[in-house]
C-alpha cells in the first residue's frame, strides 16, 4: 500500500432498500412502493466505497458468507475499487443483510438478522497491511465483543507504526459504555460519533461537555456529528463548529454518517487541518443523502461541487 493509503475495519453488510414506508403500510397486506433496491451497507464497507471513489487507496477487513450477498459485496467492493482481498468468506454464518425502511423525510429505519457481521475476529486482521496505513479507520466501534477486542489489536499496532486511527461507533439495543472501550480510546486520534451515540454512551447533553467526556478517556480529537448543523469539533487546544451545506437535499439518509468519515478521512490522508477535513466531511455526507442508498458520491469532483455551495 502507498503512503497515504487507508485500511477500514468493522461491518459489511447488504442493504435492501424500500422507499418511502409509513408506519400504515406495515398494517396491510400488500403495499406499493416507489423504488425498492439492493445496495452495499455497512460502516467499514462504506467508507471504504466511497474513499476508492475519492481517488484513495483503501484496503477493507470485513467478513462475509459464502452465499449471493457474499458474492455481491466482493464484487461491488472490487469494482469501486476497493482492496478486498482481505474480507474473509466464511460458511459459518450467512452474510448480514439489513432491510432499510426509508420514510418520506429521508429518515429511515433498520430491520436485520444476525450474521457475518456479528462475527468479525482478530484473526481476520492483516497486520502488515494495518502497518503500512497512512490512516485505520475502526469503523463500527461496539457493533460486538469480538469486533471490539479485534480493533484494539488494530490500534496498537497502528499506532505503533506510526498511523492515524479513527473510529466510528454503533449504539443499538445493547448496553454500550466508555468504560468497556477504555483500553482502545486512549490510541484513538478522532472518534466520529453522532449526537445520540455521544449522548447515550456519555450520560452528557451539552456537546462540548460531551466532547470532554471522550477526552477524560484519552481521545485525541472529538468530532459529534451534527447532522443538518454540520459538526461540533473540540480537541485538547480548540473548540468549533463547522457548518454544513445549503444544497443537500435530503432523499435518503443511510450511509451520511459513513460517508462523513470517509470525506473527513480523506482530508487526513492529504494532509489537511482538521478544520478542513471537517468541510470535506460536511459534504461528503451532503452527496451522500442526494442518493438512495449508502453509496455516496461519485467522486472528488462532485464532494468539491458541494463546498462551493452555501452553508448553512
Not at 114 to 128: N, V, Y
Not at 168 to 178: F, N, P, Q, R, T
Amino acid at each position: 500500500m502507498i503512503q497515504n493509503s487507508v485500511v477500514c475495519i468493522g461491518l459489511a453488510v447488504a442493504d435492501i432498500l424500500v422507499r418511502p414506508v409509513d408506519p400504515e403500510m406495515l398494517k396491510q397486506e400488500i403495499t406499493r412502493v416507489e423504488q425498492i433496491a439492493y445496495n452495499v451497507g455497512g460502516d467499514a464497507l462504506n467508507e471504504a466505497f466511497t474513499l476508492a471513489r475519492l481517488g484513495v487507496p483503501v484496503k477493507l477487513m470485513s467478513s462475509v458468507g459464502t452465499d449471493i450477498w457474499g458474492d455481491f459485496i466482493i464484487q461491488a467492493g472490487k469494482d469501486a475499487g476497493v482492496d478486498m482481498e482481505y474480507v474473509k468468506r466464511r460458511s459459518d454464518y450467512p452474510t448480514s443483510v439489513s432491510i432499510v425502511l426509508i420514510r418520506r423525510d429521508g429518515e429511515r429505519g433498520f430491520i436485520g438478522a444476525d450474521g457475518t457481521a456479528s462475527h468479525f475476529m482478530t484473526e481476520s486482521l492483516d497486520i502488515p497491511s494495518i502497518r503500512k496505513a497512512k490512516v485505520v479507520s475502526l469503523a463500527s466501534l461496539y457493533s460486538n465483543h469480538e469486533t471490539d477486542l479485534a480493533f484494539i489489536t488494530a490500534a496498537k499496532e497502528a499506532k505503533n507504526a506510526g498511523a492515524i486511527v479513527t473510529a466510528d461507533m454503533i449504539v443499538g439495543e445493547k448496553d454500550c459504555s466508555l468504560e468497556s472501550l477504555k483500553e482502545l480510546l486512549p490510541l484513538l486520534d478522532f472518534i466520529f460519533p453522532n449526537y445520540d451515540e455521544a449522548r447515550s454512551v456519555t450520560g452528557e447533553k451539552d456537546p462540548d461537555k460531551i466532547a470532554g467526556v471522550f477526552l477524560e478517556y484519552g481521545v485525541k480529537n472529538v468530532v459529534i456529528k451534527t447532522g443538518k448543523a454540520g459538526c461540533y469539533i473540540r480537541t485538547a487546544n480548540e473548540k468549533f463548529t463547522v457548518p454544513t451545506y445549503k444544497n443537500a437535499k435530503r432523499v435518503d439518509t443511510t450511509g451520511a454518517g459513513d460517508n462523513f468519515a470517509a470525506g473527513f478521512i480523506y482530508g487526513l490522508t492529504r494532509d489537511l487541518s482538521v478544520r478542513e477535513c471537517a468541510a470535506y466531511a460536511n459534504a461528503a455526507a451532503s452527496v451522500s443523502i442526494l442518493y438512495t442508498g449508502a453509496r455516496g458520491a461519485k467522486n472528488i469532483g462532485e464532494v468539491e461541487e458541494m463546498m462551493a455551495g452555501e452553508t448553512f
